[in-house]
């Protein structure tokens, strides 16, 4: 089986043995003349991997409803939804799944990563975004529409901050990388000092990365703290919510800043969830991915090798 993690700036391929391991890899830049071409590098990326695969799985930013990614922006030219799981077994001649790639991250983590062993798992991606990813009960949980996991959304303030998604309070709207820039921007516009500013010049990067953000953490720097504190206290209050709605037995958290920041954020996190919690008396884990870049690849190829067990032998 192949796992295609189709990104908004690069797409990876990568292909798995019968116990899956990845044996061949393949990366390109995503085309941006839209599905069909998007579609016609994955077909060349598989097509270039030392054998042919079986099926194929593909983590697809955006929602996802079976095999259709509707409206993303974050794919260029991708303007309405797209059949992409039955393009891509047109074009590749084998069985294809797509999935949210939040979704296919907890998978891989839940397959190969931080998860294994777990039944009731919440994955939460710290990126540019918040993005969240569930198996419950032992099995990918996608909803009834398709639209389950978006753990980002989740409103924690009701009539607070403004989120990308155009509405107020959300998690994503004090945790998510973009809303975290925004306030140190503003705040540096009206002039507030701050090592997050003297970091980001000095390294010469356009934005408040990740990595600026962690430098300025070390240096005690009171904007830098303040921000990280609301997106701990954004982040509790969210997984607490979401432990009392699902009473899961394990939360993975991974991306971006939890890469940057590691197991002293995900802890963190874990003591903001705990006031929040019913039943806090359970052991739950919090635990820091472990996968990186690959628990989209390798939750994708999981998603591919169900869909050959689901289908039967041949
Ligand atoms: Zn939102």
């Known amino acids: 089986v192949a796992g295609v993690d189709l990104g908004g700036t690069n797409l990876a391929v990568a292909?798995?043995?019968?116990?899956?391991?990845?044996?061949?890899r393949a990366r390109l830049p995503t085309p941006t003349a839209g599905p069909d071409a998007v579609v016609e590098a994955i077909a060349e990326a598989v097509?270039?991997?030392?054998?042919?695969?079986d099926a194929v799985g593909v983590g697809a930013p955006g929602p996802v409803n079976d095999g259709i990614v509707k409206t993303t922006p974050n794919l260029r030219g991708w303007t309405g939804p797209v059949p992409l799981a039955a393009l891509v077994a047109e074009?590749?001649?084998?069985?294809?799944?797509?999935?949210?790639?939040?979704?296919?991250?907890?998978?891989g983590e839940w397959v190969a990563g931080a998860g294994r062993g777990s039944r009731f798992l919440l994955g939460v991606w710290l990126g540019t975004g918040?993005?969240?990813?569930?198996?419950l009960d032992g099995k990918p949980y996608r909803g009834a529409f398709g639209g389950?996991?978006?753990?980002?959304?989740?409103?924690?303030?009701?009539?607070?901050?403004?989120?990308?998604?155009?509405?107020?309070?959300?998690?994503?709207?004090?945790?998510?990388?973009?809303?975290m820039e925004r306030t140190v921007a503003m705040?540096?516009?009206?002039?507030?000092?701050?090592?997050?500013?003297?970091?980001?010049?000095?390294?010469?990067?356009?934005?408040?990365?990740?990595?600026?953000?962690?430098?300025?953490?070390?240096?005690d720097d009171p904007l830098a703290t303040g921000v990280l504190d609301e997106a701990v206290a954004a982040l509790g209050a969210a997984v607490g919510a979401a432990v009392n709605l699902l009473d899961l037995d394990r939360i993975v958290v991974g991306g971006g800043l939890a890469e940057k920041?590691?197991?002293?954020?995900?802890?963190?996190?874990?003591?903001?969830?705990?006031?929040?919690?019913?039943?806090?008396?359970?052991?739950?884990?919090?635990v820091l991915a472990e996968l990186g870049d690959d628990a989209g690849v390798v939750g994708a190829a999981a998603l591919?090798?169900?869909?050959?067990?689901?289908?039967?032998p041949g």
Do not use: Q, W
């Open 47 to 53: 097509g270039g991997l030392r054998a042919a695969p």
């Open 130 to 135: 918040v993005g969240g990813g569930l198996v």
């Open 15 to 24: 292909l798995f043995d019968e116990e899956h391991r990845i044996v061949d």
């Open 304 to 312: 591919a090798r169900s869909l050959l067990a689901n289908s039967g």
């Open 148 to 179: 389950a996991g978006e753990f980002g959304h989740m409103c924690v303030h009701l009539g607070g901050a403004l989120c990308g998604c155009g509405r107020r309070g959300c998690v994503e709207a004090y945790a998510g990388r973009a809303s």
């Open 187 to 219: 705040a540096v516009a009206a002039g507030r000092e701050t090592e997050l500013e003297t970091v980001r010049a000095a390294t010469g990067k356009a934005r408040y990365t990740s990595a600026v953000l962690s430098k300025a953490l070390k240096r």
């Open 91 to 107: 074009r590749l001649g084998c069985a294809a799944v797509v999935d949210n790639d939040a979704n296919v991250g907890a998978v």
């Open 261 to 286: 920041l590691g197991d002293s954020l995900v802890a963190r996190i874990a003591t903001a969830t705990r006031p929040y919690l019913l039943v806090p008396d359970v052991e739950r884990p919090m």
